[in-house]
């Protein structure tokens, strides 16, 4: 069931909260040994939440989110609850505050059913970076999920929960979205707050929905948008209603193809589906335009790899065994505690990470690397800036290739970070960018990415709503065999 649809039923009687909410926690029994979505699964507090909903609907005193089940990535802070970031780091670390983001779902009286998978810290695209476990992909158990908020795209795949949180800092919403085939949303850089967000690369993080639809999505962004003084970098505009722009009509909408996300080595299916889905949207009264050039695209996925790791270098410096997480007891100096707490509790990923940005920021290649990355960064934005002026929005695949095999790209860091060259640019950017289920090939899911301008985010949700109302892709549920 989406939102909108199990809304209608709680405020009609025809359904409480408490079944819905049995019916998540039943459907996360039977499928959580085969796709292993969740580190945590918060049952008491879940039925306790849904009976005080209950309570509020028979009040009337209800939101369209109020008794609603939800998963919550485990890198945004849950006040008494585990938030792990998938790492052995904080495996047994209990926030003693919620993040904005889970204190707004709280005031809207929804209800948490778990905690999420991830990579390890968000770094990685599969959700095989976790230190705990590897979360399968429901649509082929042998393959990934997508990450790193793989295990938040999966609860919602599989009916583990309506809907979910995840964060994006190259893609990770929206490549797992798509390889799982549901809807995924990256607010613009500052739309939502990150205050109680574990910080991977601070200049690039976003926490945005994944959900069965696009106006549920929408209906989750009202209820997380907007300004927060306690994160510097949230941005005091106002929050529309999103659900207002919701319309069929794409008549005088200019959308632009740019070809430099059409790859090389790109899956010729993926190709093909994502032509079809814009010829789709030219039906619906888009202009198409199809030959437009990012050139600069091209150096995305390496300034990304430069500035991302140098700001979880400084973030991750936090982890030094004395103020929380894992701390390593038996050593003789401060600084064997600090060496020992960090080889054990990090992996080897976020170690290559914290490698690379300390190498990238060191002096003598400071403005060789960093600095040349930012300036890469300007002309990536100034480009997007140029190409809306001519264009409400842009289209492209989410990932090149459909969901891989567990295990196919872990020994190969490069072939890992390519998956997300589709998706890094427009956190480069901080652009808006959302991801619909678009097709299959071979009943593996591929998703279509529209990006928008700063703040433009009613222009992309319009946009992915007129293709759901006219296709069928997101309604196809995996059967978890
Ligand atoms: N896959 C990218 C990385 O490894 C992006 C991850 C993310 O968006 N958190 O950094």
């Known amino acids: 069931m989406t939102i909108h649809e199990a809304s209608r039923l709680l405020k009609a009687k025809q359904l409480s909260s408490v079944e819905l909410t049995k019916a998540c926690l039943e459907r996360i029994r039977q499928a959580e040994s085969r796709v292993h979505a969740l580190v945590t699964t918060t049952d008491d507090l879940a039925l306790e939440q849904a009976r005080r909903a209950d309570k509020l609907i028979t009040a009337g005193d209800t939101t369209p989110l109020t008794g609603i089940p939800i998963v919550i990535k485990d890198n945004m802070c849950t006040k008494g609850i585990r938030t792990t970031c998938s790492s052995r780091m904080l495996e047994n670390f209990v926030p003693p505050y919620d993040a904005t983001v889970v204190e707004k779902i709280n005031a809207h009286n929804m209800v948490t059913v778990g905690k999420a998978n991830m990579d390890e810290f968000a770094m990685g695209s599969s959700t095989e970076n976790s230190a705990l476990f590897v979360t399968c992909n429901p649509w082929d158990l042998s393959r990934v999920p997508g990450g790193s908020s793989g295990g938040s795209a999966v609860a919602v795949a599989a009916g583990e929960s309506v809907c979910a949180l995840g964060s994006d800092t190259g893609g990770s919403i929206r490549q797992p979205a798509g390889f799982c085939s549901v809807t995924g949303l990256k607010p613009t850089y500052g739309r939502v707050s990150r205050y109680g967000l574990v910080a991977f690369a601070s200049s690039l993080d976003q926490i945005g929905p994944l959900t069965r639809d696009v106006t549920d999505c929408a209906l989750v962004l009202n209820a997380i948008a907007g300004y927060d003084s306690r994160d510097s970098t949230s941005v005091p505009y106002p929050t529309p209603d999103y659900t207002q722009c919701l319309t069929t009509d794409l008549s005088g909408l200019r959308i632009g193809v740019p070809k430099e996300y059409f790859v090389e080595g790109m899956q010729p299916e993926v190709e093909t589906a994502i032509r079809t889905a814009i010829n789709n949207l030219e039906s619906l009264g888009a202009r198409i335009e199809w030959e437009v050039s990012l050139p600069h695209t091209a150096y995305a996925l390496a300034a990304y790899y430069i500035i991302a790791p140098s700001e979880?270098?400084?973030?991750?410096?936090?982890?030094?065994?004395?103020?929380?997480?894992?701390?390593?007891?038996?050593?003789?100096?401060?600084?064997?505690?600090?060496?020992?707490?960090?080889?054990?509790?990090?992996?080897?990923?976020?170690?290559?990470?914290?490698?690379?940005?300390?190498?990238?920021?060191?002096?003598?290649?400071?403005?060789?690397?960093?600095?040349?990355?930012?300036?890469?960064?300007?002309?990536?934005?100034?480009?997007?800036?140029?190409?809306?002026?001519?264009?409400?929005?842009?289209?492209?695949?989410?990932?090149?290739?459909?969901?891989?095999?567990?295990?196919?790209?872990?020994?190969?860091?490069?072939?890992?970070?390519?998956?997300?060259?589709?998706?890094?640019?427009?956190?480069?950017?901080?652009?808006?960018?959302?991801?619909?289920?678009?097709?299959?090939?071979?009943?593996?899911?591929?998703?279509?990415?529209?990006?928008?301008?700063?703040?433009?985010?009613?222009?992309?949700?319009?946009?992915?709503?007129?293709?759901?109302?006219?296709?069928?892709?997101?309604k196809k549920r995996p059967e978890i065999k």
Request: hydrophobic share 40%; proline share 6%; charged share 20%.
């Open 312 to 474: 979880a270098m400084a973030n991750l410096a936090r982890y030094d065994g004395v103020k929380y997480g894992f701390s390593a007891q038996e050593a003789d100096s401060m600084w064997e505690a600090l060496e020992k707490t960090r080889q054990y509790g990090f992996g080897p990923e976020v170690k290559r990470r914290i490698m690379l940005g300390t190498y990238a920021l060191s002096a003598g290649y400071y403005d060789a690397y960093y600095l040349k990355a930012q300036k890469v960064r300007t002309l990536i934005r100034q480009e997007f800036d140029q190409a809306f002026e001519k264009f409400d929005a842009l289209v492209t695949p989410t990932s090149p290739t459909v969901p891989f095999k567990i295990g196919e790209k872990v020994d190969d860091p490069l072939q890992m970070y390519l998956s997300d060259v589709c998706t890094l640019p427009i956190n480069i950017a901080g652009l808006p960018a959302i991801s619909i289920p678009a097709g299959f090939a071979d009943g593996l899911p591929i998703g279509m990415q529209i990006i928008g301008k700063p703040f433009s985010e009613e222009t992309i949700l319009k946009i992915a709503y007129a293709f759901q109302q006219a296709t069928e892709w997101h």
